[in-house]
């Protein structure tokens, strides 16, 4: 088998790749407004109540109509993933990654316009959206590997006894419930969704309900690639309705969920309580964001340390939960680095991700739009707006990248995550404060320091207590198998995705021995 590899990334400087995107891009604007069923158990079913999926970049633009799962729906799902569980849960390893490596070929040979799709459903520009696409080509790439490579290695972890022949093996827990986000609505959808099925569970997928489309669209790819009916079953709905429902329900035996630290706690709560019938302690696996930050150390190069942090806050409008939205900058270099980074903020292209020359795009939605206005709102009392905080929702959901400088490391704006294109920066006078303010959240995801001081980076590796540490670049952009991404407290399970151990989270271990 050849060796797992990154997909490579688009190179859009080349015309030939901008105008195979554009003719993706006309392929996908033609199939706008279509109606999209529910799949369970391998059939469509039309519950005759739908989610609108909208463009946010031009908010009267209807990607498509997304029928709505409600608890009935929940119950068949369960009934049609516990039967395919019956025969998938069998099946040999090597087939079920052979199911990925072909979903990664079709996606692969349709990349152009899996990515089209998230430009107009998740307002994601073209260079964000082929990340998004090529990420998920590696979920499926890796998790293929390494689930065959824990089948052959299981043995190899045991102590040889004479006497005795002993063997281990990894089954899998079940059927389980997905919970994806939209800000990566085809990467972190196929990780999170073949990462339990390729371990051999069958499961209940409900994708947000801002990018229900894109994540259909990967079914359609399972389908073609062979998938089982039932294997997976596509549930979308209204989490109000049906979302407490699902992970509570008796016959939902884990739940891998990524979104919000309110939700997640929510949904911690609801599945660490046994109901009547239930016979399992289920498993939570959850990534819950972050409250980023990037440390700036004395001496260290200004005009870089902006570009940096601007990359880092402002792409993808701050919607990532790695995205960085502190800053944290020794005195001797702090109003210099405020400066730059309002330069380059006030520099960014906002608007429509049709235009190639946009460099930044839409939040998701209203409720997005309302939040962040908010955030910037308060700011404004907590700092000294040095770039952005204009916004309007006219035609799209668009916000100006933000920056407060004069920031306390107790304010809101520096403590809770806002999920938008605003960055906070605060001074401080040695490097060892640095890292006690950027320790200072609730939160642990990923952090980054800008350094060339190689004891301050020793320091730092012992002592900033984040699940994705990276020195002298940006805090976004983790590569599946590079960088395994999970974080520490509020941040989540620490689950690691796109790393060595991840896949045994969805399997339990069993040993058996025979006397000779």
Known sequence: MIPYRPEPLTDFHNPANQEAFAAALAKVEQELGRTYPLIIGGKRVDTGRYIESINPSKKAEVIGRVAMAGQDEIERALEAAWEAYRTWSRMPVIERAALLFKTAAIIRRRKHEFSAWMLLEAGKSRAEADADTAEAIDFLEYYGRQMIDLARRADDLLTPISGEDNHIEYIPLGVGAIIPPWNFPLAIVTGMTVSAVVAGNTVLLKPAIQTPVIAYKLMEALEEAGMPPGVVNFVPGDPAEMGDFMVGHKDVRFISFTGSKQVGLHLNELAAKRIPGQRWIKRFIAEMGGKDAIVVDEGYDVQAAAQIIAQSAFGFSGQKCSACSRVIAHESLYDELVDRVAEIAKAFKVGDVRDASVGTGPVVDQKAFEKVTTY????????????????????????????????????????????????????????????????????????????????????????????????????????????????????????????????????????????L
């Open 376 to 515: 910037i709102e308060i700011g404004r009392g907590e700092g000294r707006l040095v770039a952005g905080g204009t916004a309007s929702n006219e035609t799209g959901f668009f916000i100006q990248p933000t920056v407060f400088a004069d920031v306390k490391p107790d304010a809101r704006i520096m403590q809770e995550e806002i999920f938008g294109p605003v960055v906070a920066i605060t001074k401080v006078k040695s490097f060892e404060e640095a890292i006690d303010v950027a320790n200072g959240t609730d939160f642990g995801l990923t952090g980054s320091v800008l350094s060339t001081n190689r004891e301050h980076l020793a320091y730092a590796r012992h002592h900033f207590h984040v699940g994705n540490l990276y020195f002298n670049r940006k805090c976004t952009g983790a590569i599946v198998g590079v960088h395994p991404f999970g974080g520490f407290n509020m941040s989540g399970t620490d689950s690691k995705a796109g790393g060595p151990d991840y896949l045994l989270l969805f399997t339990q271990m069993k040993s058996v021995s025979e006397l």
